[in-house]
């Protein structure tokens, strides 16, 4: 029951993250024999019982509108609309290759131990690896089914022509330390005892190390000005150099498409900002964005055809843009 109601529930929390690890762990019932026996023959009920539990309030939302969101789902697969030209397969490869380094890398406030313990890893997993061929070791499957879904949402994702976005496998990281956990139960097997404890040691000496490091770093060095922070200082900006008690106008570019965070910070500053234009005059607030050809439709879109003005203010890499209309 926990496990399909989990697998569910990752589908809600992120829904593209659900679409390419629903697939993965249908095939792996059918990989793995283990998982076979227990889901299929033992708890199947149960776990369908989890799923449908997940679902539910989706389930319900589609009744009441006609299946609103499975035709659009439905209708992405059966008539894909790109944002973006798609790229070489090659490409997609090397691109996930790098987003997939960026989740690893994530998870470790050092990159040198983030190195230190890849490799670290990769030992363990050669010997894994051998112990099983050998029949040394048969209690590996936890270890092959999580290597399974990584590497099936590596593959998975290649297939994918459109711009990948990094929080489309929101949580993925929680599959590299299930990972890692298998892994570092090996060290209390016997096989190949000393390499073990010679990483393990490695690995608590160099954590030790590194992070004396990090702390006496931490101590000198200054916050960065980032995330919230400058969303912050752009509508203090605005703030300052508008009047509340008149109707005035903001307009938002973010690439996220939803302005949620600068709602968010509108509300607490009781800011009530229209999206029509007031005395002709408008604020922008344009972040930056990797697909140039996004943005620029939506600056062709909202910006005056009429003669005007605009003064331009940018913190860090935030445009603030002030148009004013002419007098015709």
Known sequence: FITGLSLALVSEFELSFGIFLIPLYIGA???FPSLRKILLHKRGFLFLFGVVVGFLPRILFELKNAFMQSKVLLSFF???????SPTSYSSRVNERWILFKTYYFEMFANRYFAHIFLV????ITFITVISVIQKKSKNQSIFFFYSYLLGGLF???TLYKDFFWKNYYEGIHYIFIFIFISLMGQIVHKRYIVVKRAILFSLILGFVILNIVNVRGSLTNKVPF????VNEAVVNYILRNQDLDKKYCVRIYTPSVIPHTYNYLFLIHKMKPSNEWAQ???WFIVEPDNYKKRRDEWERINEPKDPHTVVVKIIKDIEIRYYKVLPK
């Open 29 to 31: 019932i059918f990989l």
């Open 120 to 123: 670290s890893i990769i030992v």
């Open 78 to 84: 059966l008539h894909p609309n790109l944002l973006n």
């Open 226 to 229: 980032d995330g919230l922070q």
């Open 155 to 157: 593959f998975l994702s």
């Open 280 to 282: 002709d005059t408008c």
